[in-house]
């Protein structure tokens, strides 16, 4: 059985910085790519950052420069370090291995709440 599991979320004052990560079980990581998303209250979910299987990282304008995507195959992990957070960052954020031949995969997500 796949399962995804997030954790490092959290209430976090603006200018704050979380990491998040996600463990994977059930699948070999270094064969899919692997993404963070998240989705706010009201708001459709939306990409964060994704790494590919040969590491090529992706990162979404509005989150450029504060948040970075990590992935170690090893441990079946996928990180997303995210500094200098603000309110609109608030949202669950959601762990995805994605693939072409193997199908995809969603974790349940972890609560981000930035706020003073």
């Known amino acids: 059985q796949v399962q995804l599991v997030e954790s490092g979320g959290g209430l976090v004052q603006p200018g704050g910085s979380l990491r998040l990560s996600c463990v994977a079980s059930?699948?070999?990581?270094?064969?899919?790519?692997l993404a963070w998303y998240r989705q706010a209250p009201g708001k459709e979910r939306e990409l964060v950052a994704s790494?590919?299987?040969?590491?090529?990282?992706n990162i979404a304008d509005s989150v450029k420069g504060r948040f970075t995507i990590s992935r170690d195959n090893g441990q079946k992990t996928v990180s997303l370090q995210m500094n200098s957070l603000n309110d609109e960052d608030t949202a669950v954020y959601y762990c995805?291995?994605?693939?072409?031949?193997?199908?995809?995969?969603w974790g349940r997500g972890t609560q981000v709440t930035v706020s003073s």
């Open positions: 995805k291995a994605a693939s072409q031949y193997r199908g995809n995969y």
């Open positions: 059930g699948i070999f990581i270094d064969r899919y790519m």
């Open positions: 790494v590919s299987a040969a590491g090529t990282t």
